[in-house]
């Protein structure tokens, strides 16, 4: 049987990226304007993450990103959506998807053509990666366990005969709730007024109504570090998801694992539809090794994190610096290697402590309160390491 395995060569420029916007405020910001969109679907406001111009020779360097970091969807799932984090991202793995517009760049003396992606695009995969990563914490538990069933019951809401993602939580539902009734009220009202069968005064009234839910609803979500609700009807009785006999029992039982599965299905299935193909080569020692290779960056980490939801690569989080790590060849390793071996020093200078004040008839949670440590990782250290 050939061995199994993602593979992926990802070009990034040298010289790195840079953000280009129509009218900048920020020196430091090139001027351009948008020519072209490859594919559909994907938001083309600017600011713009340009890379190098086309047609020049510009340097650039090959990663492998599944030998290199098979834990990189984690870290793309935990990416502050801000244009900093963003810029320092693709600096080190390259865009996502190889630019899906084309920027002219107009402070120079000749124009420059440069393929670009928009910070919302970056921005609303984050957070759809983001939203997926959370859902299966929830159904994986915590240290790999059971389903957390009360977290999942935030995030998958029944609604009549219909079960729902709702990954933005109970508080912002509510005031999507508000929006969609604010704004169905003054469509109503319009309607009606343009019939003639209403005046057109409470018209304004309740299209305000509508614009202030609308601003209370983008407000909270900002809050919120959100870009997008992320909502989503997971199944209902007309929809082809799971049998009938199967649907009977979520229905009655108001079940939330089993949603939440379907709809962490449904994201690898849209994601990587139509987007990899299957190789098969043959390795140094001359035996054949089956690849699959995604087409860019983007489609390669929901491969690798399709690799972890079905147990092909083991990924371990630092206790100590809570960094992602791939454990899979060493399954017994507890600390990155990150900071070298700073973090098994730093959790062996801590365990020190927290036994040293175990010794003086401390509980954990007090021990943990005293010394500013994390509960958790008190109980971890005094039940791991040595002597
Ligand atoms: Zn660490």
Redo the contacts with the bound molecule.
């Keep these: 049987m050939a061995e199994l395995e993602g593979w992926l060569e990802w070009a990034v420029p040298e010289h790195g990226f840079r953000w280009a916007h129509e009218a900048p405020d920020d020196p430091a910001t090139a001027r351009a304007t948008m020519d072209f969109v490859y594919g559909r679907d994907c938001d083309v406001r600017p600011p713009w993450l340009i890379a190098p111009p086309h047609g020049e020779r510009h340097p650039t360097r090959t990663t492998l990103p599944f030998k290199e970091a098979p834990e990189l969807h984690r870290r793309f799932a935990g990416l502050p959506l801000t244009k900093d984090a963003i810029l320092a991202f693709a600096n080190e793995f390259g865009s996502l998807v190889g630019g899906n517009l084309v920027v002219t760049v107009v402070d120079q003396e000749m124009p420059t053509f440069h393929p670009a992606e928009s910070l919302g695009f970056w921005q609303w995969a984050i957070q759809d990666m983001r939203d997926a990563v959370h859902l299966w914490d929830l159904l994986r538990g915590d240290g790999g366990g059971e389903p957390n069933v009360d977290g999942l019951r935030e995030v998958i809401r029944w609604e009549g005969d219909r079960v729902e993602h709702f990954p933005a939580g109970s508080s912002l539902r509510l005031n999507h709730t508000q929006t969609i009734q604010a704004q169905k009220f003054a469509g109503e009202a319009a309607l009606e007024a343009a019939l003639g069968k209403s005046s057109p005064g409470p018209v304004s009234h309740l299209e305000r109504t509508a614009a202030e839910a609308r601003a209370k609803l983008a407000e909270t979500l900002s809050r919120a570090g959100r870009v997008h609700l992320g909502q989503r009807i997971i199944a209902g009785l007309q929809s082809n998801g799971p049998s009938p006999a199967l649907w009977a029992h979520w229905r009655t039982t108001k079940d939330v694992v089993g949603p939440a599965r379907l709809r962490l299905l449904q994201f690898f299935n849209e994601e990587l539809a139509g987007k990899i193909d299957v190789q098969l080569v043959l390795d140094s020692g001359g035996s054949l090794r089956t690849r699959l290779v995604p087409k860019d960056l983007l489609t390669g980490m929901w491969l690798m994190f399709f690799f972890e939801v079905t147990g092909k690569t083991k990924l371990r989080r ?1 206790p ?2 809570r ?1 992602w790590f791939d454990v899979t060849r060493s399954p017994k390793k507890t ?2 290697d ?2 070298g071996a700073g ?1 098994r020093q730093k959790a062996s200078r801590m365990r020190k402590k927290a036994r040293a004040l175990l010794a003086q008839g401390k509980s954990p949670d007090q021990v943990a309160q005293e010394l500013g440590f994390d509960p958790d990782l008190v109980r971890f250290l005094l039940t791991s390491g040595h002597g």
Excluded: A, D, V
């Design positions: 630092c100590i610096c960094t600390f990155c990150s900071h973090c």
